[in-house]
């Protein structure tokens, strides 16, 4: 055989063994699993690293990605029980646990997520009136993963996560919910402002009623003070009698008519007929001081008693009129 022959005959079989070699060495990457067919047929897979086949006999099927996958869930609009219009839309966590299922179980598995996930979004929120729908996202949420979970084990997913992440009203219903949040919160602000000026009026009428015992209660001791010296001042002028009380009529008497003439505005001040009594009797209660005890008679003027000795310098006490005081 020729030189170019041998050398053409082994640059066939070379090739022929890069090619055989390139067909039964696979390398799989970390967070991937292959599936080998045999003839079309599975037969196992492929872990990540480096794996061997039969070459022109075993051949990759799919390609499975078995890392977490988040997938979208596109926006859709729902009716909701009390035939309200909404729209949502939300996002779905899985992960393939049997990566033969996953493969031959579903044609497509990210459009059968898809399509089932929006299927029972409209049937749970379709179970549900609007104010639900709107407050109760981990109750839809946790209905959703409870569906879809169960529904994809025969095409060995799990599915980890399904979170609603928009429910939005049409315009019409945002502006009336506004305007019903508005009234409630100034239903409130009224409520408020009446519980205050409740409360108001009612420290007012106990801080009234408080008052009132305050000053009834002063009143009290007051006229227990007044009471106490009233006695007082009888147990004092008891040993006098009648003539020591008739005193101290006097000195009020003479105090007031002193505060009144004292008066800087007052410029007429007029003498009542009794004064010229009136400083007759101090004239006498004066003289009832000085004299000795038990020495003392009835008098006639204001009742006071004449000194001892009767009338003279010494002993004579000015009568009303303003001469000496004759006992007759």
Same mark, same amino acid.
């Given at each position: 055989m020729p030189v170019s022959g041998t050398i053409i005959v082994f640059a066939v079989i070379l090739i022929l063994a890069l090619v055989t070699a390139a067909k039964g060495i696979r390398t799989v990457s970390q967070g991937e699993v292959w599936t080998v067919e045999r003839f079309g047929?599975?037969?196992?897979?492929?872990?990540?690293?480096?794996?061997?086949?039969?070459?022109?006999?075993?051949?990759?099927?799919?390609?499975?990605?078995?890392?977490?996958?988040?997938?979208d869930i596109p926006e859709q609009s729902v009716i909701t029980r009390d035939n309200a219009t909404v729209t949502v839309d939300g996002i779905v966590y899985f992960r393939v646990m049997d990566p033969a299922k996953a493969a031959y179980q579903v044609q497509d598995l990210r459009g059968a997520l898809t399509a089932l996930?929006? /299927?029972?979004?409209?049937?749970?929120?379709?179970?549900? =009136?609007? =104010?639900?729908?709107?407050?109760?996202?981990?109750?839809?949420?946790?209905?959703l993963l409870a569906i879809l979970d169960g529904a994809t084990d025969p095409w060995g997913v799990k599915v980890n996560r399904v979170e609603i992440r928009k429910i939005e009203p049409p315009e019409n219903l945002i502006r009336a919910m506004n305007l019903q949040m508005t009234a409630?919160?100034?239903?409130?602000?009224?409520?408020? *402002?009446?519980?205050?000026?409740? /409360?108001?009026?009612?420290?007012?009428?106990?801080?009234?009623?408080?008052?009132?015992?305050?000053?009834?209660?002063? *009143?009290?001791?007051?006229?227990?003070?007044?009471?106490?010296?009233? *006695?007082?001042?009888?147990?004092?002028?008891?040993?006098?009698?009648? =003539?020591?009380? *008739?005193?101290?009529?006097?000195?009020?008497?003479?105090?007031?008519?002193?505060?009144m003439a004292s008066n800087p505005s007052s410029r007429l001040v007029v003498v009542p007929m009794e004064a010229a009594s009136l400083a007759g009797g101090v004239t006498a209660a004066l003289?009832?001081?000085?004299?000795?005890?038990? /020495?003392?008679?009835?008098?006639?003027?204001?009742?006071?008693?004449p000194p001892a000795g009767g009338a003279g310098p010494a002993g004579s006490v000015p009568r009303a009129g303003g001469g000496p005081w004759n006992p007759g």
């Open positions: 047929r599975f037969t196992h897979l492929l872990q990540p690293g480096l794996n061997f086949i039969i070459p022109y006999v075993d051949t990759v099927g799919q390609r499975m990605n078995v890392q977490e996958v988040v997938l996930a929006m /299927t029972n979004i409209r049937a749970v929120i379709g179970e549900m =009136d609007l =104010d639900q729908t709107l407050s109760s996202r981990e109750r839809i949420n946790s209905a409630e919160r100034e239903r409130r602000a009224t409520v408020v *402002r009446a519980e205050g000026a409740k /409360t108001a009026l009612v420290l007012e009428a106990e801080g009234r009623r408080e008052a009132a015992f305050r000053d009834a209660e002063a *009143r009290e001791r007051m006229a227990q003070a007044e009471a106490a010296a009233t *006695r007082m001042v009888a147990e004092a002028a008891s040993g006098a009698g009648g =003539d020591a009380l *008739r005193y101290f009529v006097a000195e009020k008497y003479v105090a007031a008519f002193q505060a003289e009832l001081l000085r004299a000795p005890q038990g /020495t003392v008679a009835g008098a006639a003027t204001m009742g006071f008693p």
